[in-house]
T-cell receptor
Framework: KNEVEQSPQNLTAQEGEFITINCSYS?????LHWLQQHPGGGIVSLFM???GKKKHGRLIATINIQEKHSSLHITASHPRDSAVYIC???????????FGTGTRLTIIP | NAGVTQTPKFRVLKTGQSMTLLCAQD?????MYWYRQDPGMGLRLIHY???????AKGEVPDGYNVSRLKKQNFLLGLESAAPSQTSVYFC???????????????FGPGTRLTVT
């Protein structure tokens, strides 16, 4: 079973700053997922990637399979980006996800 | 499409009471999942289903039962609620793409359950 570690646990930044959230995992995976959870809200899938890099608006996700590491970047951060960002991995052979504990991001205007 | 919906949104139970949480999806997804989310812990899988009429245990199945009588619905039951089952419960679903796994999961809004 994979263990998924995220850092930092909490992050506070000023509006406009470049944000990086990191995720590392222990064994082989079929894909890595980045999810977003707003306070009191549901969970939304942002990215699912198994190699390279994906970009959606101001969000960029990268993965290094050899180093078992992924990063989520937010450019030109905005208060509406304040949320918990969750990293999860799909294990080979089944479609169950293993989740990290999340990174709570707060963007101050 | 409503996506994944959950009923109810909030519930307070007394120890020993029973209840059923309903998850419904209108995307014709094959896979459905029930998770619980507790402070300081990642989401944990309770039970899942790979198709109508099939269910399987996840990481933390004790104290819960599930049923998938219809493809669009996945029910989570607590037969005798305990304070340790106080949590936020999320349902999710995913479809089988022709390209094979991995599959993206779509989550419901969550149910906040308190057991006193």
């Amino acid at each position: 079973k994979n263990e998924v570690e995220q850092s930092p646990q909490n992050l506070t930044a000023q509006e406009g700053e470049f944000i990086t959230i990191n995720c590392s995992y222990s064994v082989g995976i079929s894909a890595l997922h980045w999810l977003q959870q707003h306070p009191g809200g549901g969970i939304v899938s942002l990215f699912m990637l198994s190699s390279g890099k994906k970009k959606h608006g101001r969000l960029i996700a990268t993965i290094n399979i050899q180093e078992k590491h992924s990063s989520l970047h937010i450019t030109a951060s905005h208060p509406r980006d304040s949320a918990v960002y969750i990293c999860a991995v799909s294990n080979f052979g089944n479609e169950k996800l293993t989740f990290g504990t999340g990174t709570r991001l707060t963007i101050i205007p | 499409n409503a996506g994944v919906t959950q009923t109810p949104k909030f519930r307070v139970l007394k120890t020993g009471q029973s209840m059923t949480l309903l998850c419904a999806q209108d995307m014709n997804h094959e896979y459905m999942y029930w998770y619980r989310q507790d402070p300081g812990m990642g989401l944990r899988l309770i039970h899942y289903s790979v198709g109508e009429g099939t269910t399987a245990k996840g990481e933390v199945p004790d104290g819960y039962n599930v049923s998938r009588l219809k493809k669009q619905n996945f029910l989570l039951g607590l037969e005798s609620a305990a304070p340790s089952q106080t949590s936020v419960y999320f349902c999710a679903s995913s479809f089988l793409s022709r390209q094979g796994p991995p599959y993206e999961q779509y989550f419901g809004p969550g149910t906040r359950l308190t057991v006193t």
